[in-house]
């Protein structure tokens, strides 16, 4: 058996190398998977499909969930006001959302490590369903309350959903393809947000006015957000799951609620340096409110929303594929690439928003507030302009979840802390969605909330430049990986290579 051996980071040259030697190796026969049907690949034609129990197959389930569950949720919520004609309800139950999903997604590390991936993800995804009924209910019976519990329900199931997918999506790949892992999720994701806002655009493409949406068209979210709960049960143990080059995920064997509870303080005291990417955690759904209901809720009738919604989370495709496949590119270190994609954000954070501040002057709260207004149609001449900065604020959106994604992954390979950076990651996001949820329900300007927007986005880039430069290496040495699991480097590294 080949030993693992870390005395040095690897260079990029000799990484690139030994990835393709492995794959190699695989297709000569010489790394031997265990034994059953999830670990048998085929072809179709040309294609060949990778094994059930591969991180690019389990990667692609998980996918297909957050496309069902989180990918309809935003669907729904990029409509504006979550469909409804006013936006207080929504806001409401979105405070409520995201102030349980900030407190149980700071610990849902600890406990997606004890559950398992599969309960984890399931219960995550029954939470989005229940959401949406309520909305449905509220249609007809106007019942806020109902509302505002299943936000708060949600909140929980979101936790602990988006921290077993963060898990799967940064420890499953090798160090080499953590970028397009993260590409190939968040389009597959975002296809979600696509299709299900072709589902209120198809329904109401016909009508004009400003109001909310149809019954039939939540009906129709509830029943794809049902299937994605039912789907991650399709999902194996991280334990069976075996890369290309016979590896497997480092991960906690025999994890008990002691010891995934102790985990948690265990990486903030060995991982200070993570609370440097706290701002940036906080910044990534801050802008969401002033988009959605600022933006294209204030300024837009339905059926142009609900476009303006397909061409938003399109252009997060784009966005995703273009920095997920950039972070991998082997010609340059990966410190290099970590340097690159922090200068490339601030870039674009100064371009995208500046535009995006020429807009903004041209109308107030107060302005587009009474019924009256009249608001923008897709066959308006002034149409143009405002879809494009739409689709960037969308391209932007990918981009800065893609890199933030690829950050954490860059620094460990570990499952279980991962988890817990993911973790980390949906707690402190959350929180800053619950307050501007919440700001703009109290009418703050909309001038405000784009300052505010914009101002933490750049500040956060700033303030994590520090940890992006320092503590980022080219490779993380499997021992350094292993400190933090009960396992060893036979339990991890490949069964066996035969020596051609």
């Known amino acids: 058996m080949a030993e693992l051996t870390a005395e040095k980071p690897a260079s990029v040259d000799e990484t690139t190398a030994a990835s393709k030697d492995l794959y190699g190796a695989e297709e000569a026969g010489r790394?031997?998977?265990?034994?059953?049907?999830?670990?048998?690949?085929?072809?179709?034609?040309?294609?060949?499909?990778?094994?059930?129990?591969?991180?690019?197959?389990?990667?692609?389930?998980?996918?297909?969930?957050?496309?069902?569950?989180?990918?309809?949720?935003?669907?729904?919520?990029?409509?504006?006001?979550?469909?409804?004609i006013s936006a207080t309800v929504a806001n409401n139950a979105n405070v409520a959302v995201y102030s349980t999903f900030s407190v149980v997604g700071f610990f849902a590390g600890s406990i997606t490590n004890r559950l398992g991936i599969k309960l984890t993800l399931s219960f995550g995804g029954l939470g989005y369903f229940i959401y949406v009924a309520s909305y449905l209910s509220y249609n007809h019976d106007q019942n806020a309350g109902f509302c505002i519990f299943a936000g708060a329900l949600l909140g929980v199931c979101a936790g602990l959903l988006w921290t077993a997918q963060g898990a799967i999506m940064m420890s499953y790949p090798s160090e080499g393809s953590k970028g397009r892992y993260i590409s190939w999720f968040w389009m597959i994701f975002n296809l979600g947000g696509v299709i299900g806002s072709l589902v209120p655009l198809g329904q109401n493409i016909h009508s004009d006015f400003a109001g909310g949406v149809s019954d039939g068209t939540y009906i129709a979210f509830m029943i794809l957000m049902f299937l994605g709960a039912v789907l991650a049960w399709s999902l194996v143990d991280a334990a069976d799951v075996q890369r290309a080059d016979g590896s497997r995920v480092i991960l906690m064997r025999s994890p008990t609620w002691k010891s995934?509870?102790?985990?948690?303080?265990?990486?903030?005291?060995?991982?200070?340096?993570?609370?440097?990417?706290?701002?940036?955690?906080?910044?990534?759904?801050?802008?969401?409110?002033?988009q959605f209901n600022d933006v294209n809720l204030a300024k837009f009738n339905v059926r142009t929303r609900a476009l303006n919604n397909v061409l938003y989370w399109t252009s997060q495709i784009f966005g995703a594929y273009m920095f997920g496949y950039a972070l991998d590119?082997?010609?340059?270190?990966?410190?290099?690439?970590?340097?690159?994609?922090?200068?490339?954000?601030?870039?674009?954070?100064?371009?995208?928003?500046?535009?995006?501040?020429?807009?903004?002057?041209?109308?107030?709260?107060?302005?587009?507030?009474?019924?009256?207004?009249?608001?923008?149609?897709?066959?308006?001449?002034?149409?143009?302009?405002?879809?494009?900065?739409?689709?960037?604020?969308?391209?932007?959106?990918?981009?800065?979840q893609t890199c933030v994604y690829w950050y954490m992954g860059a620094l460990t390979n570990n499952e279980r802390k991962l988890a817990n950076f993911a973790g980390f990651y949906k707690g402190i996001q959350?929180?800053?969605?619950?307050?501007?949820?919440?700001?703009?329900?109290?009418?703050?300007?909309?001038?405000?909330?784009?300052?505010?927007?914009?101002?933490?986005?750049?500040?956060?880039?700033?303030?994590?430049?520090?940890?992006?430069?320092?503590?980022?290496?080219?490779?993380?040495?499997?021992?350094?990986?292993?400190?933090?699991?009960?396992?060893?480097?036979?339990?991890?590294?490949?069964?066996?290579?035969?020596?051609?």
């Open 329 to 400: 590119i082997s010609t340059f270190r990966r410190t290099t690439r970590a340097k690159a994609a922090l200068i490339a954000l601030f870039t674009i954070t100064m371009a995208i928003w500046g535009g995006g501040y020429a807009w903004q002057k041209q109308y107030t709260r107060a302005e587009t507030t009474p019924k009256t207004y009249i608001k923008i149609d897709w066959t308006d001449s002034g149409y143009i302009g405002p879809m494009f900065l739409y689709m960037f604020y969308g391209f932007y959106d990918a981009a800065w």
């Open 430 to 500: 959350s929180a800053g969605a619950a307050i501007i949820y919440r700001i703009d329900d109290l009418g703050v300007p909309f001038m405000n909330e784009f300052a505010s927007s914009w101002a933490l986005l750049a500040a956060s880039l700033v303030i994590a430049a520090p940890l992006i430069v320092t503590k980022i290496q080219d490779s993380v040495p499997v021992e350094e990986d292993l400190r933090f699991s009960d396992e060893t480097i036979e339990d991890v590294q490949p069964e066996s290579i035969e020596k051609a």
């Open 260 to 290: 995934e509870l102790w985990g948690l303080w265990d990486v903030l005291r060995s991982d200070t340096y993570i609370v440097l990417l706290f701002p940036m955690f906080f910044a990534s759904n801050w802008f969401y409110t002033y």
């Open 31 to 84: 790394v031997s998977r265990p034994q059953g049907w999830k670990y048998r690949s085929f072809r179709i034609g040309r294609i060949c499909i990778p094994w059930y129990a591969s991180p690019p197959f389990q990667l692609v389930l998980v996918a297909l969930v957050c496309f069902l569950c989180p990918g309809m949720f935003n669907a729904v919520n990029g409509l504006g006001g979550g469909g409804q």
